[in-house]
């Protein structure tokens, strides 16, 4: 191999705060990297300093060697757009504020080829829809003529992932770019990238916080911890003889293991919990072999929809126990869209048919790739949206059937945490007044009073109270967004995606915090997650839904032990696995 990149003594600075330290690092030609670590410990910052986009006031000092360039921190931005997009190209996590939202994604694509060639622009636009094929979007002349949001998550990626590899740059970096997707999605987005990188003979640097991920794409590893490179090496070698303390402290937590009270150990319990040159203890164990303590609920089992659909409903429960505190009885849900260049109406069917309980206490998972349905039927569920036919119930009051007056009491018994706390807390309001808004009729004493003490139990100082959302970390945004669920005292809280952009010790620490609201305030908790092994971990009970449809549930040990359903099994192969050694 070749040496395509050298970085010597890359510092990062705010100011007076140093956030990289000296990092060393070397990419050879065609080599796959991954670069791993939590939130804060410099691998962002890194990748943004090698393409020349790290944000103001922050700077850099070392020197970024590019074969062929010259060390890259000494360019103007004139000398800066010959070589970004070119010899290098970057994949951002989330594509929607990478896309211009106003410009087809075929001319977006077209742009970036223009940029760096003299190929008329019916050229560019042909090439354009060439390379959509390639990342394999289904009819890619017709993509080419769509807007970003009228494209799935899954799809969007590839779109970026065309774009990047537009004019075959020597080398790809890549931040977080499957985090939000769904399993079988990011298999199918991993793959595409180690083809084209393997077509074109191109370098990656892939950064995650997902080690299953890393140990399926990548040659090597680099192991981050505040800022500095704590081990690097080969991916087999550091995967199971890991040296530092740190790597072997993020293997066991990215496994979701548990410490001995059935809490999942953070990166800072299995850090302080040894010697530096120590193994694991004894007193964490794999998850799936020690289950937490679980507080006596009951399993629903449900048949599955579409050919196999029944009005059936089997609960594995006595008769004697309590009405569920959510019943869900054939709810079906289709939109009206327009389609084709005349603007046809049809029918989409968003929900077929779906039935489930849910009892009081009860962890209820809900699994589907992306499209399945999980976003609409948690609408229906929190009242946002109306079905078509069909019944949700909660306490025995009908959702379909709430009066205005009643939509209150709905909304107070049913809470949502989103996946991105940036997105749903207000950057202008303190977070005295996020978690607060929901509440009437009480002092502003008294207001101060509750929200403070729901900071507290969910983690948090009193002093947050005065503070803003851009000020907290995304763990800490992510317990204020529970917090502002809690203080409206729910019976019903509904998790969608609450973990999925967490690193794996943060979000060992959000997954703890609800496993313990669960238990003390008696809660049901609707756990949407793309993430198998999460759901496992956190609930009871599982739906797997595709197309729709519940194709198979029941308790979670069963349905992902011994899956039924040929869908189930492809969701459970399509997982990342630290034993699958990148080929």
Known sequence: MNTLLTIDGLRVNAGRKELVHGLDLTIQRGERIGLIGESGSGKSLTCLSI????PDPLTSTGTIALDGVGDLSQLDEGEWSKVRGDRLSM?????????????KVGDQVAEIIGLHSSLPRTACRSRAVELLD??????????????PHEL????????????????RPDLLLADEPTTALDATVQAQVLELMRRQVRQHDASLLFITHDLGVVASLCDRVVIMQRGDVVETGPIDRVFTQPQHHYTRALLAASQLRTRADGRLATVVDLSQARDRAAQVPAAVRDSSTTRPQLTPAAHTWLEPSG??????????????????ILRVRDLVKTYRTSSGPLGRKRTVEALRGISFDVRRGERFGIVGESGCGKSTLLRLLTGLDNATSGEVSILGNQIESTRESRLRWLRESVQIVFQDPMGSLDPKMRVLDIVSEGLRGVSTEERRDRVVALLKRVGLAAEAADRFPHQFSGGQRQRIAIARALIMKPKVLIADEAVS????????EVLNLLDELVHEENLTMVFVSHDLHVVRHSCETVAVMRAGQIVEAGPVDAVFDAPKHDYTERLLEAIPSLDRAAS
């Open 307 to 324: 050919e196999a659909a029944t009005d059936k409903v089997f609960n594995a429960v006595a008769a004697s126990e309590p009405e569920p």
């Open 501 to 508: 952009a967490l690193d794996v010790s943060v979000r060992a």
């Open 91 to 103: 994949v951002f996590q989330e594509p929607m504020t990478a896309l211009n939202p106003l410009m």
């Open 152 to 167: 799935s998550g899954g799809q969007r990626q590839r779109v970026m992932l065309a774009m990047a590899m537009a004019n």
């Open 51 to 54: 393409i020349g986009l790290l």
């Open 134 to 147: 390639e990342v394999q979007l289904p009819d890619p002349a017709r993509a080419a003529t769509a807007f």
